[in-house]
């Protein structure tokens, strides 16, 4: 983390960072029942622990997982915390450009299915280039490279507001602070470059 926040502080560009919502289900296309696996308590703490700088701090993570999602098998337990890590990760890249003083971060999350069925890693780029009907993101894009602003009703990411741009069934628009509980459930835990997020989940697609 400590490089990527180094290059973000520095950056006076505005910057559009986001992720799909369902980012690990990319897995599926390799193990279609990745998500019902029965995974034992220990390969899906391991699996979690080996994605974060301190590995004690699994135990916390999942305490909190199991009580937002608690009818929630191991498999899709550990997809879920996968998929938010990568979220998370952009929203501290976000955090980081604010806290440097850096001009405006635009945070996206793209919640339509894409080939898997779900939100999966990529899901977003075809809707981006104009390959969908739905011309929303491919205006979006379009729109910052010609101003620096996606959208006038996508607002800049703020510690206050903490708005994302979510391109969902029912249309797109700014959504301030959406899953405050999942993301506050990652304050103080650390995912820097070691955690190898894709290694992991390529583990569970074998």
Do not use: N
Request: glycine residues 10%; charged residues 25%.
């Amino acid at each position: 983390e400590a490089s990527a926040v180094g290059v973000a502080t520095l950056d006076r560009i505005p910057l559009i960072v986001g992720t799909a919502r369902d980012e690990s289900h990319i897995v599926l296309g390799m193990d279609p029942d990745a998500a019902s696996r029965d995974l034992s308590p220990q390969e899906l703490q391991r699996l979690v622990a080996d994605g974060l700088d301190h590995p004690q701090d699994a135990d916390a993570l999942l305490r909190t997982y199991r009580g937002l999602l608690p009818a929630a098998p191991p498999g899709e337990l550990w997809l879920t915390i996968a998929s938010d890590q990568f979220r998370i990760r952009s929203l501290r890249l976000a955090e980081a450009r604010l806290a440097g003083g850096a001009t405006a971060t635009y945070v996206y999350r793209y919640d339509l299915p894409g080939a898997t069925g779900s939100a999966a890693h990529g899901a977003e780029v075809p809707a981006f280039f104009g390959m969908t009907p739905d011309r929303t993101a491919d205006r979006c894009l379009s729109g910052f490279a010609r101003t620096g602003i996606p959208d006038p009703a996508w607002r800049a990411y703020s510690e206050t507001e903490r708005h994302e741009f979510r391109f969902g069934e029912a249309g797109a628009g700014c959504v301030p602070d959406p899953d405050p509980a999942r993301r506050t459930a990652w304050d103080g835990i650390g995912t820097g470059p070691a955690s190898h997020p894709w290694a992991r989940l390529l583990e569970t697609a074998e």
